[in-house]
């Protein structure tokens, strides 16, 4: 475990930079997309056609996933390189990939635009109706391939760099559970490892998803829609689990810097970690709650495998988090902030979501607003937060900006009131029955029109905290950026 | 690298074009002109007068008012899919049982040339009984066309082969109203006691609909109401085997 700050330059440095300023010149472009979304939920652009509400959704979702999963990547990648040697080369490949794969996804909304949501549910693509052409959904499950190429080449490799300094028990830390402390593991290498076989198998999922896909349109059968479901939420849910596992993992690794404590691993965080990495495959069936059609023992492990995966690698991480933090003499700055509240932001959208998997709940909040509340909460509230913190702890070493200590509260509130806020209509929607993905709410459903009004104040303080943070933290990486090229 | 970044980019082109060119052809079931079920199902059929030899002046809702039907729609001279699939669902019907108690099958000619003697004679060429339980009947063409637009069955004049084009299928119908549709030349025994099943108020889960599915990930059997896993339930292994597998591969042959 690093429980000092960098010190050298990583030679994956110059390429973090790049990775993390992509991310960061994407994520206000997404969140204005969401305003967007909310901002038509409103009743405020009524002449506008709900295509572009499910078109735009379409990107804002896969968009802010796929931003955050390669944002995730790119600092754990950083990071490792502190015990292992990522390949600079594949990080690039991964990245001409991912340029790739959101051309051909900007093109395929945009201009195609084609709403099938992150999740593209079969049959939908397949389906349009004449409301896109057919060379959209091409164009998206081109993008959707490319993507998962570059991502698992990456993913591979990142377990390359693992294997070649530790075991796979070592890795996995099955010497701490059998009591054993040597070799020291970073906690670090243990999630990163948990979470790369966990995301291959995600992508494999999407592999075999695609090829289905290619082989209905070329072969003229059909598929079975319970089991294209299933490997559409293995992958989905399994992408969206590591991109936090891989934030948490940035916590894990940063934070006792800050806390001026060590975080190392013992036998419990072995033990989590490995549970999860069995757990993770089956949670996604939670998903499937109100597909009779699926049997009902995969509910019952669906509804298990829920509950379960909560307690090892949040409850061990968040009660971890605490331990490191109570009574430290914990340094306050932005990524220290930042890291907390992710935690916490994790935390609270965790609870949600252990909510809405217990079956009797789901039966009532399926398809309604507290859906997108609870997985909001993780990722605003939660993963991106992290990942801000590692974007800025990045541009500050070796920037020698000093950090204004009024601007950095000022950020944090608005980031924290105008999410939270945001959120609040989320979860009240939900648990007043207002359904999710209506471009315009009906009668019946009209409250969630002023819910979405009062959302757009909220999404606009988020948005003015989110200028400040980008302002601070952009200059400070260009200012690192421009010393370490001239260093070198 | 210019040049495997130009394969690359004419590999990803060639394969959007390959899988634009699949739905230009419409690799859908959509193609094949079956109807589609969840467009007709719960819709009413109208209550239109049917002649047979035994009885010229009969209403459809004197057949469906007391038991359910299976209604199907076939013509005399045909010399395609009608007699094979008469044959088949009255063999399949020997099979499933509950014929006369849990439901009756219903015969209408669509082609206006039939007469009810016709009809008889094609029942009597099929072997099957006029007991009551088996109505082949006829009726005025614009009448049929109704029912047959109401069910989504549909049937075109081949003038150069001198017969109709036509699908081979049944509507479950219950009070009038359709409950399902079985689509297919062959009448498959599981699929006809779903419908039985779900005529006499049965909760049918689940049920494949028509088309070729390469992987299915269970199989309803409604005999002991039981699914049971299919191919398709494998490829969920896949994903998790896959990786561990390759990460096991990938330490093992690490050099360290």
Partial sequence: ?????????????????????????????????????????????????????????????LGMVGTWYVGSMAGVSYLLSRYVKPSVVISRIAFGATLLGVVLLLACTLIGRLGVGWYFLYPLPLHSKGVWPAWATAAFLGSLGVFGVGWTIWSLDLLRAIAQRYSFSAAMAWHYLRGKQNPEVPPLVLIVTVSMVSSLAGFVAAVVLLVLYVLELLGGFNNDALLMKNLTFFFGHVLVNITMYLGVAVVYELLPAYAGRPWKTNKIMALAWNTVLFLVMFAYLHHLYMDFAQPQWLQYLGQISSYLISVPAAVVSIFGALLLVYRSRMRWNLVSLLMCFGVMGWAIGGVAAVIDSTVAVNLRFHNTLWVPAHFHTYYLMGVVLMILAFAYYLGEQGSGIAERQGLTKLIVALIVLGGYGFLMMFYYGGAHSVPRRYAHYPEEVSQGIGQARVALVFISLLLVGLALYLWETARRCFKALSASSASS | MRWSLDSFCRTVTLLLALVARGFAQGGTSDAVGLPDEARYLNNALPDIRVQTIERPDLRLSDL??????????????????????????????????????????????????????????????????SDGNWVFGTSEPAQVQRVAAGMGFWFTWNAEREQFDHPAMIAGVRHGQILRLLIGGTVAPVRLREVVDELNGGFVKAYPLPGKALFRCFQYDPATQKYRPDWGFLLLFLPGSVALFGTFWIFRTARR
């Fill in chain 2, 64 to 129: 469906w008012g007391d038991q359910p039907v299976l209604l199907t729609m076939v013509f005399a001279r045909c010399a395609g899919i009608c007699s094979p699939f008469l044959r088949s669902l009255k063999s399949t019907v020997d099979r499933v049982g509950g014929l006369g108690l849990d439901y009756r099958v219903v015969v209408l000619s669509f082609d206006p040339k039939d007469s009810p003697a016709d009809m008889a004679s094609l029942a009597r060429h099929l072997g099957i009984p």
């Fill in chain 1, 1 to 61: 475990m690093a429980d000092t700050l960098d010190s050298a330059p990583s030679p994956y440095r110059g390429l973090t930079f790049v990775w993390i300023l992509t991310v960061l010149a994407l994520f206000p472009i997404l969140v204005i997309l969401g305003f967007f979304l909310r901002a038509l939920q409103a009743d405020y652009m009524t002449k506008l056609r709900p295509e572009w509400f499910y078109a735009v959704m379409t990107l804002h979702g």
